[in-house]
Each structure stands twice: as structure tokens, then as C-alpha cells.
């Protein structure tokens, strides 16, 4: 194996690491939204919202290792831009809905609304920041494969997931005023 292999695994890993602290903070945030009066969301297909991104980065591993996928510095730049734009988007989407962001769907509405950030733009910028993290962390050491299996798998599992959340977030007066008429995840479309 190479270097830019090993660097390659060590992204992965960090992203890895951060997934686990992201997941820390989700069940903190959720017991203070919880005290506030928010309720979980029974959310069955959560479950393969958490196998999509492990698969991700262990998908990306593999066939970078097994299938000895070649470093490509120019595709990669491109896609290390485009993940680090993602993480950004999505940091900025945490730091806007403060304790009230976490990864599993609550009806927090009643708590408040947030419509500031990127929220000014469309319902679901996290989600616009984990589908395009999704596409370019396999694709910066040419894990196609794992792009498209992921990206398609994430699709499925975000489309019942937005389902469930949105059938929450609708019901809310307050929300659906403020959000009802705004694009999911790009501005501009739908």
C-alpha cells in the first residue's frame, strides 16, 4: 500500500471518530430537548441510516485496499473540496440549531423553529451536507463503487426518514409557515 493509501485510511478514520463524538452530543442534546418537552419520533428505519455510514467508510476501505483503486490528485482535490464544503454546510447546521440538532428525528417544534443559517434556504441543509459528503469521501481515492452503492442506499433510507420527520415538523403552524414553501435540500429546486 501506498501513502496516499495510508492517508486515505487515516481521513477515514478521523471522520470515523468524528461520527462517534457527533453521536455523543446527539444524546445529550436529545436529553435537554427532551426536558424541554420535545418527544422522540419512533424511527424504525434509523437503523439504516447508521448502517449507510459505516458502510461508507468501511466500503470506501475496502475497495481502496482490495481493488487497489488508484490516488488521482486532480479528482482527488476536487472531492476534498467538495467534503470539506459538506462538513462545513453541516457544522454550520449544528452550530445554528444548537442543542436543538441531533441524529434521530424529535418533534421539537415547540421548543422553537430555526430559520436562520442555512435554513434560510432550505429545510434540510444537513442532509444536502451528508449526501455530498457521501459522494465525494470514497470518490477522493476513486472509491466509485462504494459512491454509487452508498449514494443510492442513502436515497432510499433518507426518503423514509424525511417522510417521518417532515409528517412531524408539517403538523407544526409555526414550522410550516416558515419552512412549508422552501426547497428540501438546494436552493432553487423543487
Not at 492517508?7 to 424541554?36: C, D, F, P
Amino acid at each position: 500500500m501506498g501513502l496516499s493509501v495510508y492517508l486515505y485510511l487515516g481521513l477515514l478514520a478521523a471522520v470515523a471518530v468524528l461520527r462517534l463524538v457527533e453521536l455523543r452530543i446527539s444524546r445529550r442534546h436529545q436529553q435537554t430537548m427532551v426536558a424541554k418537552g420535545a418527544v422522540p419520533v419512533p424511527e424504525p428505519h434509523f437503523k439504516w441510516i447508521v448502517v449507510v455510514h459505516a458502510g461508507v467508510l468501511i466500503g470506501a476501505a475496502l475497495e481502496v485496499i482490495l481493488l487497489h483503486r488508484p490516488f488521482l490528485p486532480l479528482l482527488a482535490a476536487a472531492m476534498f473540496i467538495v467534503f470539506l464544503a459538506s462538513n462545513l454546510m453541516r457544522f454550520w447546521v449544528v452550530r445554528e440549531l444548537g442543542d436543538l440538532w441531533n441524529v434521530q428525528v424529535m418533534d421539537s417544534t415547540r421548543i422553537g423553529v430555526v430559520i436562520t443559517g442555512p435554513f434560510r434556504f432550505v429545510r434540510h441543509p444537513n442532509y444536502t451536507g451528508v449526501i455530498l459528503e457521501m459522494i465525494s469521501l470514497p470518490l477522493i481515492h476513486t472509491a466509485w463503487i462504494t459512491t454509487i452503492v452508498t449514494s443510492l442506499a442513502y436515497s432510499f433510507a433518507l426518503s423514509m426518514r424525511i417522510r417521518a420527520e417532515e409528517s412531524v415538523l408539517m403538523a407544526n403552524p409555526e414550522y410550516r409557515a416558515a419552512m412549508g414553501h422552501k426547497p428540501r435540500f438546494l436552493p432553487g429546486l423543487f
